[in-house]
Structures are given as structure tokens and as C-alpha cells.
């Protein structure tokens, strides 16, 4: 993603092959887990449900937009993502924004790039996170769009359900890239 709005920083960082085999696996287990395979699946509702605020840019006048971003956990401008802990009752406020002038199929990837960053429990910015969030929605966003047009899960699912497709995804990692001891 070279977009010059995306970031001033220069260095890049590779994530080791166990990481990105896990990541892959953790974005496979998640869409599986929600049935992405189902008709009428809303992967924003899906995110919604597990407690998440999802406010598009529009809802926001932009100088709260500016001051959002700065405390955002995530380097990436088209989206943004806030873990903060309400001072009187301790809940955990979770929030993530988006870019609602970009297309459907970028507000998805912009928003499963911020859900990676909750799920992985990333507390600050930096190179790794954005390379772990990068990653997650790239898998997440190929799964949609290949459901979309293939329908490879719904398929599946109907020759056995959703977690042999989760294991055989599993099990061809491990043959073809020799990682050893992927735990979730
Ligand atoms: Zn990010």
C-alpha cells in the first residue's frame, strides 16, 4: 500500500513466516467462525457484535477527526482505531472509524486492517503492527471477495462445515511452508 497519505514512516518491517502463518489462520478462523460463508453475512454487523463502534468519517466534524488520529492506534490514514478505557467505569471503549468516500470493497479492507490491530491487541503504532493489520485484512478482504465470486466457503461448508475448511487451510500451511507448531 504506497500511498503517501498513509504514513511518514520509512522503515518497513518483515514479519517472520510462523507470524504470517498465524495471521493467516487467525483471519481464516475468524471469517469462519462468523459464517462469512452465509448468505446475507455483513462482516460490519459481524464486528458490531462483538462490541465495537464503527463510525464513519462523515459522522465526525475534521478537526475531532485530526485529534482522533493522533491517538489512533493505527499508522493508516484511510481508517482509525481506538482501544480506551472509560476513567469512571473501566469499560473498554472500542472504536473504529473509516473513510466512507472510498469504495465498498476499500471500506472493507480499511476496516478489517483496524479490527486486526483490536484483535491483536496492538497498543501502539509502529511497523510491525501496521505489517500484522496489513496482512490480517488483505486474507480477510481475498476470503470476501473470493466468497463473493466462487463461493469456495459456501462449498465447503455444505461438504462438511465450516471447520474442515478451517483445518484443511490449516494443515496446507503446514505442509507447504514447514511451520511447525501454529498454535491459536
Ligand atoms: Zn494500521
Known sequence: MK????????????????R???????AVRFLTDEGYYEDGF??????????????????FKPENLLELQKISLSLW????????????????????AYNDSKTAAEIM???FHEYGHILFGHTEQCPNA?????LFSAIAT??????QQFHIGQLVA???????????????LMENFGTQGVML
Open 109 to 111: 479492507q480499511i476496516i
Open 3 to 18: 500511498d503517501n497519505s498513509e504514513t511518514t514512516e520509512e522503515e518497513s518491517y518483515v514479519l517472520p513466516s510462523w
Open 158 to 172: 455444505k461438504d462438511g462445515g465450516g471447520e474442515r475448511f478451517f483445518e484443511g487451510i490449516k494443515a496446507g
Open 130 to 134: 501496521e505489517a500484522e493489520a496489513i
Open 42 to 59: 455483513d462482516y460490519q454487523k459481524a464486528i458490531q457484535n462483538k462490541g465495537i463502534l464503527l463510525k464513519a468519517y462523515s459522522a
Open 142 to 147: 481475498f476470503l470476501m471477495i473470493a466468497e
Open 77 to 96: 490514514k484511510e481508517g482509525l482505531c481506538l482501544v480506551a478505557t472509560d476513567s469512571e467505569t473501566q469499560q473498554v471503549c472500542r472504536m473504529i
Open 20 to 26: 504470517v502463518n498465524q495471521i493467516i489462520l487467525i
